[in-house]
């Protein structure tokens, strides 16, 4: 005898996440970062708060993906500009999307300084160590020895130093409050990774000052690589140079699992 179960939806887009193509590279994860903030943002009921700051990368067109109210801030400058959002809008909450080129490069002073002053704004910083959107060129995340547009006989760290560790320099800083990184390489990574974000957010909410939540992310097409093997080499390369884990929670925040 058939038994009528009635249907329930168990997975679909977020609110906060518009219904649209994006322009991203088969395998590349900036698509489940969006997805990743935008849940968070629909499970905090924070949307019609959220202010996001696009940077200039492969993610520039990330003002096309969320569903919430978004600028654009030239190259770099996306902490600046959130910085005075912020500000001069205290009940928002602000965010900027950036990727490691405009982070660790062009905009090192902004994210220094905003980190430093404690600015109240969240940053989620995707790190793929390489210029994605420009030719797959070195950036200051390339991994020691790895081969790209622009060292193709490796970053050979004597002539052209080792990579920046975000995560551990903006965690030293007096005015953060929650500085963490996680990877998006597989499905219990993922979940952490939105645990985190959650909780970058709720820092903001609290006035505990900066925080930002830096992602390992893949870049198949620059890489050369099938987006099953930039998986694995997330896991086998990135992670050991750029470990994951919390590197500064604020005391108010100690004690909650993510």
């Known amino acids: 005898m ?39 943002m629909d499970e905090m009921n924070i949307r019609e708060q959220a202010i996001g700051v696009a940077p200039v990368g492969c993610s520039v067109f990330a003002y096309n993906y969320f569903n919430c109210d978004f600028v654009e801030a030239a190259h770099g400058r996306a902490p600046a500009m959130a910085t005075g959002i912020k500000r001069v809008l205290p009940d928002r909450i602000v965010f900027t999307y950036q990727g490691d080129g405009d982070l660790a490069s ?48 490796g970053r050979d760290v004597e002539q052209m130093g080792f990579p920046l ?21 597989d499905s219990a990574n993922i979940r952490k990774a939105k645990k985190a974000i959650r909780l970058a957010f709720e820092t903001q909410q609290r006035g505990l000052g900066f925080s930002l939540v830096e992602l390992l992310s893949t870049c198949p097409t620059n890489w050369g690589l099938t987006p099953l093997e930039a ?27 993510v």
């Open 2 to 40: 058939a038994i009528d179960v009635p249907a329930q939806v168990v997975y679909q887009r977020p609110k906060s996440l518009r219904d649209v193509h994006t322009h991203y590279c088969p395998g590349c994860t900036h698509g489940v970062a969006h997805r990743l903030v935008a849940e968070v």
């Open 106 to 153: 062009i905009g090192m002073a902004e994210i220094m300084h905003a980190a430093g002053r404690g600015e109240n704004i969240t940053v989620i910083f995707i790190n793929n160590a390489i210029y994605g959107m420009t030719g797959g060129q070195m950036a200051p995340t390339t991994l020691p020895g790895q081969k790209t547009t622009s060292s193709p006989a």
């Open 165 to 185: 560790k975000m995560a551990e320099l903006l965690s030293k800083m007096d005015g953060s409050g929650y500085v963490v990184r996680r990877s998006l390489h």
């Open 231 to 257: 998986f694995k080499w997330v896991e086998e390369h990135m992670v050991p140079v750029y470990p994951l884990g919390d590197y500064k929670v604020a005391a108010a925040l100690e004690g909650i699992k």
